[in-house]
C-alpha cells in the first residue's frame, strides 16, 4: 500500500537506505481464469508502468533511491525470495485486516511473516508518523527475549534514543512464573537504561477477560506507541505470547506499524 511505501520512506530517511518496491503478479491465481492472455499481458504493463511512475515521483519527492521490480508466482514466496536476492534490511508490507478481499492480502502478510529470514513491518493505519517516539517491547518468557530486545536497541539508537516501553502480560496464578516474569522485566529495564535508553514498564496482572492481542494493541495505544515488536516464532509452551492466533490478531488489527523479530535458527545438538 501508499502507506507502507510511506513509512518505507521515513525509514529509509534515518537508516540512509533504499527502497525497492515489489510488485508480484499470481499467473495462476483466482482472477487469471477469467482474463486472456492478451488482457493479462496488457495489464502485466500497464503495472510496471505504474510502477516505475510511482517510484520515480516518490523519489524525487523524498531524495530517496527507489527501484521497482515486478515478479510473478506466490506473493510470500516472491517477496522472500527478492528480499534475500537484494539483500535487503527489512521488508515493509501494508495489511488490511481479516475480511473479505482484506484477509487474502493480510493473509500473504503473514505467510511472509511466518517465512522472512528478516524483520517484517507490517503496516494497517493510515496515520503516517515521521519520526518514531515510543516502541512498545511485549514480554514473554521465551529464550528469544534478548533477540527481540536487542532489535529494539538497534532501532532505538536509529531513531535517537527514543524511548522502549517494555509491558508484560501474566495470565497464571503461579508464583514461580509470576517471579521469573517479574525478574525478566526487572533485567531488561536495567539493560535498556544500560544502554542509555529511556524505558518504562508494566506488569499487567489482571486482564479483565481480555484476550492478550487486545491487551497488548489498548496498551500501544496507552502509551502512543509508534511501533510494536513482537517474535514471530517461540519455542517457550507456557504461555500463548504472539504464538499463532496472537500474533496474527496483533499483526491483523493494529493500527501501529508491527515489527516481526525472526528468531535466529538454533543449531541442534546431541549429546551422547
Excluded at 500500500?1 to 529509509?12: P, R, S
Excluded at 502480560?169 to 535508553?197: C, H, P, R
Excluded at 494493541?217 to 504472539?242: H, R, W
Amino acid at each position: 500500500t501508499l502507506v507502507a511505501l510511506d513509512q518505507a520512506i521515513n525509514l529509509a530517511k534515518v537508516i540512509n537506505g533504499e527502497i525497492t518496491i515489489v510488485n508480484v503478479i499470481e499467473d495462476y491465481g483466482f482472477f487469471n481464469k477469467y482474463i486472456s492472455s492478451t488482457e493479462r499481458d496488457d495489464m502485466v504493463k500497464r503495472t510496471t508502468e505504474k510502477m516505475s511512475k510511482l517510484a520515480a515521483e516518490k523519489s524525487q519527492e523524498s531524495g530517496i533511491h527507489i527501484n521497482s521490480m515486478l515478479s510473478h508466482g506466490k506473493i510470500y514466496e516472491k517477496i522472500n525470495e527478492v528480499a534475500e536476492m537484494i539483500g535487503a534490511t527489512l521488508i515493509m508490507m501494508g495489511t488490511s485486516g481479516s475480511m473479505g478481499l482484506m484477509k487474502f492480502i493480510g493473509s500473504n502478510t503473514l505467510r511472509v511473516v511466518r517465512e522472512s529470514k528478516i524483520p517484517v513491518i507490517s503496516v494497517k493505519g493510515t496515520d503516517i508518523k515521521p519520526g518514531l517516539d515510543n516502541i512498545l517491547l511485549p514480554l514473554d518468557l521465551s529464550k528469544e527475549t534478548k533477540e527481540k530486545v536487542a532489535k529494539a536497541i538497534w532501532l532505538s539508537k536509529l531513531y535517537g534514543g527514543v524511548k522502549v516501553s517494555v509491558v508484560s502480560v501474566a495470565y497464571t496464578s503461579d508464583k514461580t512464573l509470576l517471579a521469573k516474569m517479574k525478574k525478566q522485566e526487572a533485567q531488561v529495564i536495567n539493560f535498556l537504561q544500560g544502554k542509555g535508553i529511556i524505558a518504562t514498564s508494566e506488569f499487567i496482572r489482571d486482564s479483565g477477560g481480555k484476550k492478550l492481542a487486545d491487551l497488548i494493541l489498548d496498551y500501544a495505544k496507552k502509551v502512543d506507541a509508534g511501533l510494536i515488536m513482537i517474535m514471530t516464532q517461540q519455542e517457550n509452551d507456557i504461555t500463548d505470547m504472539f504464538i499463532g492466533s496472537a500474533a496474527q490478531a496483533i499483526i491483523n488489527n493494529s493500527e501501529i506499524p508491527v515489527m516481526s523479530v525472526v528468531p535466529v535458527p538454533k543449531k541442534l545438538t546431541a549429546v551422547l
